[in-house]
């Protein structure tokens, strides 16, 4: 591997903004923001608007489309358009 030319893997904090959350783990982001973490040590903190705390799919919270009444709707509403010819 080249030298000077990889970008630092050190350690940081992912903040999820919707759940409030945080995750220390190593990343080659950076922030300008830091926080102080349950060790004492201060880490730059990257705030992220999902994670899997808050995402719907991981926490069970989705919502299930109602396909078989979306496609009879649309059935209804264009039944008899464009016949046969």
Same mark, same amino acid.
């Given at each position: 591997? %080249? *030298? ?6 050190? !350690?940081?904090? &992912?903040?999820? +903004?919707?759940? /409030? @959350? %945080?995750? +220390? ?10 926080? @102080?973490? @349950?060790? #004492? ?10 994670? *899997?705390?808050?995402? !719907? &799919?991981?926490? /069970? ?7 078989? /009444?979306?496609? @009879?709707? &649309?059935?209804?509403?264009?039944? #008899?358009? $464009? $016949? %046969?010819?």
């Amino acid at each position: 591997m %080249k *030298a000077e030319i990889h970008p630092t893997y050190e !350690p940081v904090v &992912f903040r999820d +903004l919707a759940s /409030g @959350e %945080k995750y +220390l783990t190593r990343s080659t982001m950076t922030s300008d923001k830091t926080i @102080e973490w @349950e060790d #004492g040590n201060t880490y730059p903190v990257v705030d992220v608007e999902i994670s *899997a705390a808050s995402h !719907p &799919f991981y926490t /069970g919270k989705q919502r299930i489309m109602d396909s078989a /009444g979306r496609v @009879e709707r &649309f059935n209804q509403r264009f039944k #008899g358009f $464009g $016949g %046969k010819r």
